[in-house]
């Protein structure tokens, strides 16, 4: 299952040298929050606004220590990705960067191009 998670760049660069992500939320929460590639401009927007330093990795659930749960949100109860264990960075297929659209908005699209591995 391919899913996308929102990051500040530096925290997403700190996981890569550790080979591990393990986010505030997961500490919090007990998971890690992801996204389904339509849903990720409007949770930017959501809970990002006012954020200029993020990143959205695409990442493969596939074969993941730990249960991955589809689960509805608390304030929207829209359904998102849940994984309740640290993510190894060696399941991230690409980072892309979050772009803002003219009036401002986030919008996100992984075909856009600007993406790394």
Do not use: C
């Amino acid at each position: 299952m391919i899913v996308f998670h929102i990051v500040p760049a530096q925290e997403w660069e700190a996981a890569m040298g550790a080979g591990t992500y393990r986010p505030a939320s997961l500490a919090a929460e007990g998971f890690i929050h992801f996204s389904y590639a339509e849903q990720v401009a409007a949770t930017a927007n959501r809970y990002y606004r006012d954020r200029e330093d993020l990143v959205v990795v695409a990442v493969d659930l596939t074969g993941v220590p730990g249960e991955v749960k589809i689960e509805p949100s608390p304030s929207t109860g829209e359904m998102f990705p849940h994984l309740y264990d640290a993510l190894p960075t060696s399941h991230a297929l690409t980072v892309y960067p979050l772009r803002r659209n003219d009036t401002g908005d986030y919008v996100f699209s992984p075909d856009a191009s600007g993406a790394s591995a």
